[in-house]
């Protein structure tokens, strides 16, 4: 037993890519699933997805970025499932391309706001509602490889993965006493659709890419997902403020 049947995740950008796949693998393990984005129309279609493999789910629209949006997001879950077991945190942008002496002012802003703001956000409304039940939980933030290494002309998108480990590590030594673990992932270049829009869905740009990777290919969402959905399970219980690289070897070069 995993100890996933039953429970109650949030999901911030469950409306696609890693957050549509972490949804999905939830939903097979029986967890009922909140995604919280902006875009209704693509939560429509992953609730249309859990439902087709009898999951259950609802979709909160949330501005990540918003306080009082992100408050509401926990306590919506409340009011419709009861409780809340798992926190994945997810949502985030790519910015644009460019040195960090050109980089855009309101760019550098945006992908602050969305890439670590958020994340601390959300993790501040769901802490509290765990902390609140008593009964422990988890939570899983979103950083990347280039959370591990740097790499030019991303530097904001970089300092947010990178920033966004800082805040995992700090707070699961804060709230592991309390049975709430907390962790992160580090995925490589993966077929999503933030990897489409940085390549242009072109197929030769795209396998630039995966020969970054010592694997040999990109990773998929699933992967990602997979990985997710163990460090909320019992699984992974004696795992803490710990950031899994799933990236094919990538940050071992």
């Not at 926990?74 to 460019?98: E, K, P, Q, T």
């Not at 300092?159 to 805040?167: F, S």
């Not at 990897?195 to 990109?218: K, Y």
């Amino acid at each position: 037993m995993n100890g996933l049947q039953g429970k109650v995740a949030i999901v911030t950008g469950g409306n696609s890519g890693f957050g549509r796949a972490t949804s999905l693998a939830f939903a097979r393990e029986g967890v009922r699933v909140v995604i919280a984005a902006r875009s209704r129309k693509k939560a429509d279609e992953t609730l249309r997805m859990i439902e087709g493999i009898g999951g259950k789910g609802v979709f909160i629209p949330t501005d990540l970025t918003a306080p009082s949006q992100v408050e509401a997001l926990v306590a919506g879950a409340i009011d419709v499932f009861g409780r809340l077991d798992f926190g994945v945190n997810i949502a985030g942008i790519g910015g644009v391309l460019a040195p960090t002496a050109e980089y855009p002012e309101e760019v550098f802003h945006e992908v602050i706001a969305t890439n670590l703001t958020a994340v601390w956000l959300s993790m501040k409304y769901e802490l509290r509602q765990m902390l609140k039940q008593g009964q422990g939980g988890a939570i899983v933030n979103m950083s990347g490889t280039f959370g591990l290494i740097g790499a030019a002309n991303i530097a904001p998108y970089s300092a947010t993965r990178h920033a966004v480990l800082g805040l995992t590590k700090s707070a699961a030594l804060e709230y592991v006493k309390q049975g709430i673990r907390i962790n992160a992932v580090c995925p490589g270049a993966c077929k999503t659709p933030m990897l489409d829009a940085a390549t242009g869905s072109n197929p030769e740009v795209e396998a630039q890419w995966a020969s970054f990777m010592p694997i040999g290919r990109l990773g998929t969402p699933a992967e990602i997902a997979e990985a997710i959905v163990w460090l909320c399970s019992e699984n992974s219980s004696f795992v803490v403020g710990h950031a899994l690289a799933v990236d094919g070897g990538w940050a071992v070069q």
